[in-house]
């Protein structure tokens, strides 16, 4: 098999190349090649000097996480790569495309970088559970220094070429088609002098040696670590590039690399990396079905849902028309719209102008004749049929044919929806989470008469708007609503029971949740939907609006409020709820915290397992991906199916049965048949 890797000769430079589509991943052939180019420079002294570069979309993307958890095949990255940097000829790597993990590292060791503008460069080990592995927490520090490298080892987002320029990542950015000329001119100015290896820096010495680095930054991202054992020992390991040295600072890399490795949490991480792409695969439909070609969107509904849904689309650069039925409404929601862009603004994370050219993008109206020429539609009217039906129908009669009519219900019937239409074919569903601009999970429904090409184009374009999509069957609930459901049901009996609602919270606080469903309540208003009849008390969450606990806006919900919206769990709640179940007539007793886990979580397990068996979800990875995008299921748990294999169905099964909760056949079939549901 040819090797990935080949050499060219420009003159006195060598440029090592790598073509491994797709992303140059440094794979075992790879890292074999890249070491034989290097051995072919250093041996031949007509090079005096060498440009690493890659074809391609990418320089390389990190190491092949598909060799992960196999025996590992040599030559390793962390010895080919200090061949790289001992090298006394100049080494220069060109960048283009995302230069990540392995690749930033590769680019580490060599001695001067240079990059396209376009390009991305960063070390993101820790969103698989990991840190990086060749030495790329000792190289980094002592090239850019603490401050900087902390956020990039440990929080793991790419920086931008010219922001790597900046930190002193990069030594040049040059021309967006000249790169590899550049490299090469670059490298050719560098021979005769002495090379600079970041290994032989030292961290920023004040930054190092100043704790209180550390300490800010653990206070600025203390809540997002929280629970993930990777970016604590990233920062371990950048401190450890301060106060060690290089190679005592490589051995602890390594041996912090290691625990990570054969951890759970990057098991369980790398599930999901590999999760989220088998996502956007829709078994059925072939790979080259058309796509409809969407260059305009129509919005129904300038709501809180309506508008963070054409959000979406404008901050993608794709046109859109709004509709509402009063003048108010839609002034009303566009306002809001341009306030959440200008928030963001603030947050210096968009520009004044960007604003505008997002907002230049939305035209508002009242009128459906407006929409005739969108190639999507998507309404986010009133959560009933008959509207919807409205709704479909006007659209049935003014959108061009082969425009696709999407739904945006939370589990109203795609079907149903579709048969009111002549266009069944093109009907949809688009499951958008509150907030719509922020939240990444979209469920595309797929109706039984779902065109192909619809549900390629609307899952191509969940990806161009920054969605993480998922196909889901047409039942009450789709994935993610239908799982939450049971986990509702179980938290309502467990406090009916006797279990203090504040230990259920805590419960799934405790298990990486954002917040529980009691939390959740006081949060969104416990008088949603309430009938305002305080005499007319048939639930518990009647009984505190009776109260008048609405929830946080009302200071007192589940929980008693300070200004600074500090939870504290309150007694009369917790009388109330008793005096309920009384009168329902449940007996009360103490409820430990791991039956609450067992009866929260596995009924959700269970449920999962039903949507697999009756088609709902493509595959349990599916499932995962709901969850984690859409209701916040700790990413480094995997997901409620991954999690449950790694609990081991069999326990699943006895949880439930010893709690008596119902277990489904699909269940029991994946526990005997080698524990796994995929
Ligand atoms: N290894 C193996 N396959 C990979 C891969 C990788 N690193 N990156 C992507 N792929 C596959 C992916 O599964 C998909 O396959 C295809 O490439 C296109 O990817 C030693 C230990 C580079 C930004 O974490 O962030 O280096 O589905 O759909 O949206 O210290 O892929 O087509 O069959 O995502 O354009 C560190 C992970 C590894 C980068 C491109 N590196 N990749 O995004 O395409 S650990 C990463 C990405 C490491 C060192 C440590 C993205 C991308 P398929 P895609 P994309």
Same mark, same amino acid.
């Given at each position: ?28 052939? !790879?890292? #074999? ?5 290097? +051995?072919? =420079?250093? *041996?031949?002294?007509? /090079?005096?000097?060498? $440009?690493? &570069? ?119 950015? !040059?021309? #967006? ?5 550049? +490299?090469? =001119?670059? *490298?050719?100015?560098? /021979?005769?002098?002495? $090379?600079? &290896? ?130 108010? =409404? ?349």
């Amino acid at each position: 098999m040819t090797s990935p890797i080949r050499t060219e000769r420009h003159d006195n430079v060598l440029v090592i190349i790598s073509d491994n589509p797709p992303v140059n991943a440094l794979g075992q052939a !790879v890292r #074999e090649g890249l070491a034989d180019g290097i +051995a072919e =420079a250093l *041996a031949d002294d007509s /090079v005096e000097a060498i $440009v690493v &570069r890659c074809d391609g979309r990418t320089f390389f993307a990190g190491a092949d996480i598909t060799e992960f958890g196999k025996k590992p095949q040599g030559p390793n990255l962390p010895e080919a790569l200090d061949k790289l940097e001992a090298s006394d000829k100049p080494v220069v790597a060109a960048i283009h495309g995302t230069a990540l993990g392995g690749g930033c590292e590769v680019a580490l060791a060599c001695h001067y970088r240079v990059a396209v503008p376009s390009a991305k460069i960063g070390l993101p080990e820790v969103k698989l559970g990991l840190i990086p592995g060749a030495a790329g927490t000792q190289r980094l520090p002592r090239l850019v220094g603490a401050q900087a490298a902390l956020p990039l080892v440990a929080i793991g987002d790419p920086i931008s070429a010219k922001a790597a320029k900046a930190i002193g990542l990069l030594d040049a950015v !040059v021309g #967006e088609d000249t790169l590899e000329a550049d +490299a090469i =001119a670059f *490298a050719r100015s560098m /021979v005769g002098k002495p $090379v600079r &290896r970041s290994s032989e820096g030292t961290a920023n010495q004040d930054g190092v040696k100043n704790p209180a680095i550390f300490d800010d930054f653990r206070a600025k991202y203390g809540r997002k670590m929280r629970g993930f054992d990777a970016p604590n020992a990233a920062i371990e390991a950048v401190k450890a590039a301060g106060e060690s040295s290089y190679a005592d600072g490589v051995s602890k890399e390594r041996e912090l690399f290691g625990k990570l490795m054969t951890g759970s949490q990057s098991k369980a991480m790398r599930h999901y990396f590999f999760a989220e792409r088998a996502a956007n695969k829709i078994d059925d439909v072939p790979k080259d079905t058309p796509l409809i070609a969407i260059n305009r969107v129509g919005i129904i509904g300038a709501g809180t849902m309506g508008g963070g849904i054409a959000m979406n689309f404008l901050s993608a650069g794709i046109p859109v028309t709004i509709l509402e039925m009063k003048q108010e =409404a839609l002034d009303r929601g566009t306002g809001v719209m341009r306030k959440n862009y200008e928030n963001t603004a603030k947050r210096g994370r968009m520009t004044a102008e960007q604003v505008e050219q997002a907002m230049g993008l939305l035209t508002p109206t009242l009128e459906y004749d407006d929409l005739a020429d969108c190639d999507l539609v998507i309404e986010a009217v009133f959560e009933n049929m008959d509207v919807k039906k409205q709704v479909f129908g006007k659209l049935d009669e003014v959108v061009k044919p082969g425009a696709i009519l999407a739904s945006n219900t939370s589990y109203l019937d795609i079907d149903e929806i579709a048969a009111s239409t002549r266009r069944p074919g093109y009907v949809v569903g688009l499951h958008f989470f509150s907030p719509a601009n922020v939240m990444k999970l979209l469920e595309i429904v797929r109706g039984e008469k779902t065109r192909d090409d619809v549900l390629a184009s609307s899952m191509k374009l969940a990806k161009k708007i920054g969605k993480v999509a998922a196909v889901s069957g047409v039942c009450p609930g789709f994935i993610g609503n239908r799982m939450l459901s049971k986990r509702q049901e179980q938290a309502n009996k467990l406090i009916m029971e006797g279990a203090n609602h504040w230990d259920v919270d805590d419960v799934l606080l405790d298990f990486g949740f954002p917040m529980g469903p009691f939390q959740m309540g006081d949060l969104a208003g416990l008088d949603i939907g309430w009938h305002r009849d305080p005499s007319k008390v048939t639930t518990v969450r009647e009984a505190l609006c009776a109260a008048g606990r609405f929830g946080q806006k009302a200071g007192k919900g589940f929980y008693d409020y300070d200004e600074a919206r500090q939870r504290t769990p309150s007694d009369e709640v917790k009388h109330i709820i008793a005096d309920f179940a009384e009168s329902a007539g449940n007996e009360q007793r103490e409820i430990s915290k791991e039956e609450i886990q067992e009866r929260l979580l596995y009924p959700m397990v269970n449920e999962g397992a039903k949507i697999l068996d009756e088609g709902m979800a493509q595959r349990a990875s599916d499932i995962d991906v709901v969850w984690i995008n859409g209701y916040g299921w700790p990413l480094h748990t995997g997901g409620p199916m991954f999690w449950a294999q790694e609990v081991g169905l069999g326990t699943v099964i006895s949880g439930l049965e010893k709690h008596d909760l119902p277990v489904s056949d699909y269940l029991r079939t994946k526990a005997g048949a080698g524990n796994a549901f995929d």
